[in-house]
């Protein structure tokens, strides 16, 4: 069974670029979620998907950030005019079914803004 | 507010030493699941278990095993014989009704040889 893949795996741009990151989930995962990950800190939660309706979005997801899931298979997620604080493991996990079902973790892309 | 707690940084132990990672959570909701995730120096995090609030059993999984005590909302986790393989962050989280998860802020172990 293939997990969740994410791509690229690492990005470094200049700030006020944009970058796109991809998530694949595991086939016939209808929920998606993304999560951003600061060095030695846990996970916080930005937003997730259930199918292709985006149902919540964190306040920490300002107005430079936009996901998309369309058709609800894979997702996209963009950061325009990045800044410095943006640098992170950008981590995107699926799950089947319900809320509280296990959240399966891909790789993780990391960005960093010089 | 959801809240998970890790007050345990770091932890350096000696292989084949037994060693338990704390987590204390807040939550008002009457039902809710906790969840153990491990991360190892790769970055990504691999699930280790999942536990509703109705069952308050303690699970071994091989050298692993959870210990859940809703009375002092506590969901810790404990390493037998523990490995160098066993070195990583550990996370506890907490999930929310719509499903996002909470998470503490990791513990980092290091199992020396």
């Known amino acids: 069974d293939t997990g969740v893949s994410q791509d690229p795996r690492h990005k470094i741009t200049k700030r006020g670029q944009n970058v796109t990151f991809r998530c694949d989930p595991i086939s016939e995962h209808n929920r998606l979620y993304w999560y951003r990950q600061t060095l030695g800190q846990g996970p916080e939660f930005l937003t997730y998907f259930q199918n292709e309706a985006q149902l919540e979005k964190s306040r920490l997801l300002s107005d430079r950030f936009s996901a998309e899931r369309p058709k609800g298979s894979f997702s996209t997620l963009e950061i325009q005019r990045t800044e410095q604080g943006d640098s992170a493991m950008y981590l995107c996990?699926?799950?089947?079914?319900?809320?509280?079902?296990?959240?399966?973790f891909g790789p993780g892309t990391r960005l960093l803004v010089l | 507010a959801q809240k998970v707690t890790q007050a345990q940084t770091e932890i350096s132990v000696v292989e084949k030493e037994d060693v338990t990672l704390d987590c204390v959570y807040e939550?008002?909701?009457?039902?809710?699941?906790l969840f153990w995730y491990k991360q190892p120096p790769s970055g990504e995090l691999v699930f280790l278990i999942r536990r509703n609030s109705f069952d308050e059993q303690n699970e071994i999984s091989g050298r692993y095993s959870w210990n859940f005590q809703k009375s002092t909302s506590s969901f810790n986790f404990t390493i037998t014989a523990s490995q160098v393989v066993d070195s990583a962050v550990y996370f506890c989280a907490l999930s929310e009704v719509g499903g996002k998860l909470i998470f503490g802020q990791g513990t980092e172990l290091s199992v020396k040889p």
């Open positions: 996990a699926s799950s089947l079914g319900g809320a509280r079902e296990t959240q399966y």
């Open positions: 939550t008002r909701d009457t039902t809710y699941y």
